[in-house]
């Protein structure tokens, strides 16, 4: 017969265990925890996710633009953006580097997290548009109003804060998907179907102040009327530093410059690449159509076929060079800048609507849902102390995935938390996408 003293100690003891195992089942191995049974599904769990920093936010301020009006995007880009591409619109949450912001009485900063602490650049102005480019991290650009209907864009240099370059501009500004050119524009104000681009570079001293000719002969000559000289110009218009092209322009229209010297613009009547030659804006080839841009890849086409049917081809980014599609081939997607494409012809969006002829393009998004869910609680307690929760984050924490760069933003209403995301194979897919590695 066992004592009952031994018997006492060996339920204590097998208490003692069970109660260690339910303890270290959710963590990682790494962290001391039980691996998972091969096979099974990774979930993600409230400790996947290292929180790298917290923003505290006072009251009357949130990463939020003010009076952005992008003229070939007329309808709201949502706050959270998508990848964080240079082909799409310009997004509070910079890469993994930090947030725009404007509060009360017009002001407005640029946080960043450098060094372990937030830098703060201020405005007096609101902020309109600001933008990091994922492969030039010490380049700011922002643009602010600087009063009715006047705004100014400034080229920045962080973590210092320098001024490289400031122009009065239109109300947005964005780099080349190469990170090499910020195109900026003004609308006539005579004419709001006239647009005025001008590229400026990151490095160098910009181009002499010129007008695109229109002098091609090949091509179809410009409207009737057209300005041609930059004496023509209204006075903004004469100010506007740079290589600069007037063209018509709608809110329908489009325009995608992937390097520093080409720029694709589609209008109504077609499409137009223009090349930059010298200090001038040349057309390189137009013709009739509709672009679907596919970054960072390719530029897509619909026209016209001889038969008098729709048909699709693709090009080059650097010269029209149009490959016709078989009739066969899938439909594509409807543009949306928040599509990326791969070589193998297959696209996705960050929040993973897929288009693909072959194989899945990605690993499924699984940490978007884990993050609103680990965030759901501190979004309630700041709803609970804050009444403008309700106004700004009505359903929840806002959540900003910056895949290519392994981060996440999440506002929760009195702070915005930078997490870092658990390293994996979709990320690394993502990375070399954007061509990021």
Same mark, same amino acid.
């Given at each position: ?98 947030? !725009?912001?404007? $509060?009360?009485?017009? &002001?407005?900063? #640029? ?58 501009? $239109? ?63 209204? %006075? ?38 223009? $090349? ?5 804006? *040349?057309?390189?080839? !137009? ?5 679907? !841009? ?8 619909? *026209? ?16 029209? *060079? ?55 609680? %501190? ?22 995935? &910056? ?6 933003? #999440? ?27």
């Amino acid at each position: 017969m066992i004592p009952t003293r031994y018997l006492i100690a060996t339920l204590f003891i097998a208490a003692l265990l069970l109660l260690v195992a339910v303890v270290q089942a959710p963590r990682s191995p790494k962290s001391g925890g039980v691996a998972a049974a091969p096979g099974g599904g990774s979930a993600l769990t409230l400790e996947s996710f290292e929180v790298v920093a917290e923003a505290r936010l006072e009251e009357g301020w949130a990463p939020r633009f003010r009076g952005t009006r992008d003229p070939d995007q007329p309808d709201p880009w949502p706050f959270e953006g998508g990848f964080g591409a240079p082909w799409e619109p310009a997004s509070p949450y910079l890469w993994d580097q930090g947030l !725009a912001l404007n $509060g009360p009485r017009d &002001r407005s900063e #640029v946080i960043l997290w450098r060094g372990l602490e937030w830098r703060h650049y201020r405005f007096d102005v609101p902020l309109v548009s600001a933008r990091i480019h994922p492969r030039r991290l010490n380049r700011l650009l922002v643009t602010l109003q600087a009063g009715p209907l006047r705004f100014e864009t400034r080229l920045l240099e962080i973590p210092e804060g320098r001024v490289l370059w400031s122009v009065d501009s $239109g109300p947005w500004s964005r780099f080349s998907w190469d990170g090499a050119t910020v195109l900026i524009g003004l609308q006539d104000p005579q004419d709001p179907e006239r647009l005025l681009l001008s590229s400026l570079p990151l490095e160098g001293e910009p181009p002499s102040n010129s007008l695109s000719p229109w002098d091609e002969k090949s091509l179809p000559p410009p409207p009737r009327g057209w300005p041609l000289l930059p004496d023509a110009l209204w %006075d903004d218009g004469k100010d506007l530093p740079g290589a600069r092209i007037l063209t018509p322009f709608s809110m329908e229209d489009r325009m995608w410059m992937p390097t520093r010297d080409r720029l694709w613009i589609q209008t109504s009547p077609g499409w137009t690449l223009w $090349g930059l030659e010298g200090s001038h804006w *040349r057309r390189q080839a !137009a013709g009739p159509g509709l672009l679907a !841009a596919q970054p960072p890849r390719r530029m897509g086409l619909v *026209r016209s076929g001889p038969s008098g049917d729709p048909e699709r081809a693709t090009s080059p980014l650097e010269q029209a *060079r149009w490959t016709t599609l078989p009739p066969g081939a899938p439909s594509w997607p409807a543009y949306d800048p928040s599509w990326v494409w791969r070589d193998d012809r297959s696209a996705c969006t960050a929040w993973d609507l897929r288009w693909a002829e072959g194989s899945p393009v990605l690993p499924r998004e699984q940490q978007r849902e884990a993050l609103l869910k680990r965030f759901r609680g %501190d979004w309630r307690a700041a709803r609970g102390l804050r009444a403008s929760v309700k106004g700004w984050l009505p359903a929840g924490p806002e959540l900003a995935l &910056r895949e290519g760069a392994g981060a996440a933003w #999440v506002w929760v209403g009195d702070r915005v938390v930078l997490v870092k995301l658990p390293e994996g194979e979709r990320l690394r897919q993502i990375r070399k996408i954007l061509g990021l590695r």
